[in-house]
């Protein structure tokens, strides 16, 4: 079973509108939790990173939320334009490894005009 | 700065062939790392690499991958004798000290397809 579930797998908006994206994990113990944007083509670029003492962080109209009882995370992304369009992959860490990533499959957005 | 950058960015091989895939860190990260991005499917870690030693070869898939790092910089990923399965996007991250809370800073991978 996979340790990072992500929901939906795909997600069709129009321009303007806002949006979110879920993340449960079963990963434990934790350390902490990474979302990622990867456009078409591209390598991932990091947006956020939580501890597991952090509940919500914003990088511009990206906000992430973390609720590490329940396991879930989301990314809210507000006024949603063309270029967000892409591929949002949420990641997790545990304690056991510095450096080791357990990566989601994504939830590939589209924004349309 | 320069990001990470890999060559080559697309590879078409036939089954049975070696191939070599490069890796270029950000300049003063010693931490790197490759992954495997197949289909629809997350990222697959493969290998992490701390200077030039690599302390966790634990997700190569088989003996007929192999890595190596020289000078702490340039990194190469070998695959021999491909396989159809092994087509897929390779792709090589950098961090500054592999620490937990590090962002690791991807490049864009190669696109490798075997026929």
């Known amino acids: 079973k996979n340790q990072v579930e992500q929901s939906p797998q795909s997600l069709i908006i129009l321009e303007g509108k806002n949006c979110t994206l879920q993340c449960n994990y079963t990963v434990s113990p934790f350390s902490n939790l990474r979302w990622y944007k990867q456009d078409t083509g591209r390598g991932p670029v990091s947006l956020t990173i939580?501890?597991?003492?952090?509940n919500t962080k914003s990088n511009g109209r990206y906000t992430a939320t973390l609720d590490a009882d329940t396991k879930q995370s989301s990314l809210h992304i507000t006024a949603s334009q063309l270029s967000d369009s892409a591929s949002y992959i949420c990641?997790?860490?545990?304690?056991?490894?510095?450096?080791?990533?357990?990566f989601g499959s994504g939830t590939r957005l589209l924004v349309r005009p | 700065g320069a990001g990470v950058s890999q060559s080559p960015s697309n590879k078409v091989t036939e089954k049975g062939k070696d191939v070599e895939l490069r890796c270029d860190p950000i300049?003063?990260?010693?931490?790197l790392y490759w992954y495997r991005q197949s289909l629809g499917q997350g990222l697959e870690f493969l290998i992490y690499f701390q200077g030039n030693s690599a302390p966790d070869k634990s997700g190569l898939p088989s003996d007929r991958f192999s890595a190596e790092r020289t000078g702490g910089s340039v990194s190469t990923l070998t695959i021999q004798r491909t396989q159809q399965e092994d087509s897929a996007v390779y792709l090589c991250a950098s961090s500054y000290r592999g620490g937990g809370l590090e962002t690791q800073y991807f490049g864009p991978g190669t696109r490798l397809l075997v026929l």
């Open positions: 990641v997790v860490r545990g304690m056991d490894s510095s450096y080791k990533l357990i």
């Open positions: 939580m501890t597991f003492s952090e």
């Open positions: 300049s003063g990260h010693t931490a």
